[in-house]
T-cell receptor, first 111, second 112 residues
Framework: SQQGEEDPQALSIQEGENATMNCSYKTSINNLQWYRQNSGRGLVHLILIRSNEREKHSGRLRVTLDTSKKSSSLLITASRAADTASYFCATEETSGSRLTFGEGTQLTVNP | DSGVTQTPKHLITATGQRVTLRCSPRSGDLSVYWYQQSLDQGLQFLIQYYNGEERAKGNILERFSAQQFPDLHSELNLSSLELGDSALYFC???????????FGDGTRLSIL
């Protein structure tokens, strides 16, 4: 079963705009990770945020984590057509254990 | 390139058959994870091995089994295949601890 829910399910924006995706989860976690999947391909790890962290940046990516609300958000700034993909959040309940994935957000960036 | 190799990339077979999916983890990674991705179930964790031993089990059917060999490669065996087993099967590996998992490109299994 899915741990989390992602919102929105689909997002369509213009190149240069920012994209924000949200993820909610149900149980206590050790860390939360965001992955990207191009159609029919494997998942690519984007960023990992530990449960004691509130915000993390990596290039054009900004992730926030609110453990009191059991939610996270992924912000992609200055989006590009190449950012078009599905984005998944995944929670890890204990260190080195399974990932439980959300249902994903399909992002389309129009040139 | 994630460094995780999965073979074959595509597999087409019939109901009732048995197949073996293979995964070579990234160099140095001791943990191997198997996931199933389908349209109706999303991404589901199946099973995890760490240095040859089973570490965790998820939504893995009794018809499915896996193992990790001394050289750390892993195989996922699917038997008595049903139409509903058609999916993308991913292998991921990690060093363990608070580390990201690195995914292979998957094996697309089609049951006719």
């Amino acid at each position: 079963s899915q741990q989390g829910e992602e919102d929105p399910q689909a997002l369509s924006i213009q190149e240069g705009e920012n994209a924000t995706m949200n993820c909610s989860y149900k149980t206590s976690i050790n860390n939360l990770q965001w992955y990207r999947q191009n159609s029919g391909r494997g998942l690519v790890h984007l960023i990992l945020i530990r449960s004691n962290e509130r915000e993390k940046h990596s290039g054009r990516l900004r992730v926030t984590l609110d453990t009191s609300k059991k939610s996270s958000s992924l912000l992609i700034t200055a989006s590009r057509a190449a950012d078009t993909a599905s984005y998944f959040c995944a929670t890890e309940e204990t260190s080195g254990s399974r990932l439980t994935f959300g249902e994903g957000t399909q992002l389309t960036v129009n040139p | 390139d994630s460094g995780v190799t999965q073979t074959p990339k595509h597999l087409i077979t019939a109901t009732g058959q048995r197949v073996t999916l293979r995964c070579s983890p990234r160099s140095g990674d001791l943990s191997v994870y198997w996931y199933q991705q389908s349209l109706d179930q999303g991404l589901q964790f199946l099973i995890q091995y760490y240095n040859g031993e089973e570490r965790a089990k998820g939504n893995i059917l009794e018809r499915f089994s896996a193992q990790q060999f001394p050289d750390l490669h892993s195989e996922l065996n699917l038997s008595s295949l049903e139409l509903g087993d058609s999916a993308l099967y991913f292998c991921a590996s990690s060093k363990g601890g608070i580390q990201p998992q690195h995914f292979g490109d998957g094996t697309r299994l089609s049951i006719l």
